[in-house]
T-cell receptor, first 112, second 113 residues
Framework: NAGVTQTPKFRVLKTGQSMTLLCAQD?????MYWYRQDPGMGLRLIHY???????AKGEVPDGYNVSRLKKQNFLLGLESAAPSQTSVYFC???????????FGEGSRLTVL | GQQLNQSPQSMFIQEGEDVSMNCTSS?????WLWYKQDPGEGPVLLIA?????ELTSNGRLTAQFGTTRKDSFLNISASIPSDVGIYFC?????????????FGDGTTLTVKP
């Protein structure tokens, strides 16, 4: 089993470009999350989903959009990338009955 | 919003020493979790705590859910080089909700052989 897979793992964008990060899970977990990690700031929640077809804003949602058309996939989009969005992005899943998060390996994004 | 204060921010210790770190919050949590992140990887769960006062061990790691439900502690005994990494605490309001885990800023552990 792959667990939680993020693609791409690395990406460099120019300011104003758009891109989509894909998170795919094979654990049949209901909940999925997108976090960003910046040095010294821990993990901050961008958006999350409690099930197929549902999404909600987290702590730092501005500049990002998400979609969960299928239970196993959670997409994070940047419509017009800004240098402040340079970060490492982590997807995580969670089963409905425990608090444990299962993380992907991360996607490192640089916006020039 | 909820905030977690995790300390210390970093630790430099000698192999074989014990390590202690903690998280405190102004809010009550129903679940406390401790994760470890190795370089270039995503965090991995070490210990989950679901009851106030609970003390749980995982090998050389021991974690406690504070009785006030506003804090948690992680201890590592007899540290080894592979303990190097970033340790995060996380609190959740309810284990069966989309808990929206709130994370501390992490404790970076360096172990000198």
């Amino acid at each position: 089993n792959a667990g939680v897979t993020q693609t791409p793992k690395f990406r460099v964008l120019k300011t104003g470009q758009s891109m989509t990060l894909l998170c795919a899970q094979d654990m049949n977990h209901e909940y999925m999350y997108w976090y960003r990690q910046d040095p010294g700031m821990g993990l901050r929640l961008i958006h999350y989903s409690v099930g197929e077809g549902t999404t909600a804003k987290g702590e730092v949602p501005d500049g990002y959009n998400v979609s969960r058309l299928k239970k196993q996939n959670f997409l994070l989009g940047l419509e017009s990338a800004a240098p402040s969005q340079t970060s490492v992005y982590f997807c995580a899943t969670q089963p409905w009955d425990t608090g444990e998060l299962f993380f992907g390996e991360g996607s490192r994004l640089t916006v020039l | 919003g909820q905030q977690l204060n995790q300390s210390p921010q970093s630790m430099f210790i000698q192999e074989g020493e014990d390590v202690s770190m903690n998280c405190t919050s102004s809010s009550i949590f129903n679940t406390w979790l401790w994760y470890k992140q190795d370089p270039g990887e995503g965090p991995v769960l070490l210990i989950a705590l679901y009851k106030a006062g609970e003390l749980t061990s995982n090998g050389r790691l021991t974690a406690q859910f504070g009785t006030t439900r506003k804090d948690s502690f992680l201890n590592i005994s007899a540290s080894i080089p592979s303990d190097v990494g970033i340790y995060f605490c996380a609190g959740q309001g309810s284990a069966t909700n989309a808990g929206k885990s709130t994370f501390g800023d992490g404790t970076t552990l360096t172990v000198k052989p």
